[in-house]
């Protein structure tokens, strides 16, 4: 994983991209018309870089977007999505809600997110995260399975983003980007 502590100290003025380490398969890949770039420069975020991937639960496409430094989850409906520019809209009106259920501190960091105006795909750099997605994404179909709710609701949300993972040393997700977002 990358060091989110650097990360978060470096103060950038304007957040212009959000880069995204895909594990999308080749069909997904063109579907959605992503290209993805061998290599990605710093994050310009606090938040650091975003793993990607597809799956379906309940015979519905969903996108999980989840953080490199912190393993917050964000979930997407694939249904409408066909450019990386629709994917970044979705993306970033569910990552505002989830600021929002999460009741987090910084407010100064919403606007900036709000700023961001182009998406980067690349291949995937870390296993250990791909293998906490893949973990967050059985408990999503699980509860979408059994308790009968949307992937893409709040109440999904707020369970898959208390799941203590092994890659955070047990933490929670919504501890760590509060730790994170500290001014």
Not at 49 to 66: D, G
Not at 82 to 102: C, M, P, W
Not at 149 to 160: H, R, T, W
Not at 167 to 174: D, E
Request: aromatic content about 8%; glycine content about 4%; some cysteine.
């Amino acid at each position: 994983m990358a060091d989110c502590s650097a990360i978060a100290e470096q103060e950038r003025t304007v957040i212009k991209r959000l880069y995204v380490r895909s594990a999308l398969h080749k069909k997904s890949q063109d579907r959605l018309k992503v290209k993805p770039f061998v290599t990605l420069p710093e994050p310009t975020t606090r938040l650091g870089n975003w793993y990607c991937n597809e799956f379906t639960a309940s015979r519905r496409k969903y996108l999980i977007f989840v953080n490199e430094c912190t393993l917050l989850p964000i979930v997407i409906s694939v249904k409408g999505l066909k450019t990386s520019g629709d994917i970044l809209e979705v993306f970033k009106q569910r990552l505002f809600k989830a600021f929002l259920l999460l009741n987090l501190p910084d407010k100064k960091f919403i606007p900036k997110l709000l700023e961001m105006d182009e998406v980067v795909f690349a291949k995937t750099a870390s296993r250990s995260v791909v293998g906490s997605m893949n973990d967050i994404i059985a408990q999503a179909k699980f509860s979408c399975d059994y308790h009968d709710i949307g992937v893409d609701s709040p109440a999904i949300f707020e369970s898959l983003s208390q799941i203590p993972l092994k890659a955070n040393g047990y933490k929670r997700s919504t501890e760590l980007v509060a730790e994170l977002l500290q001014p």
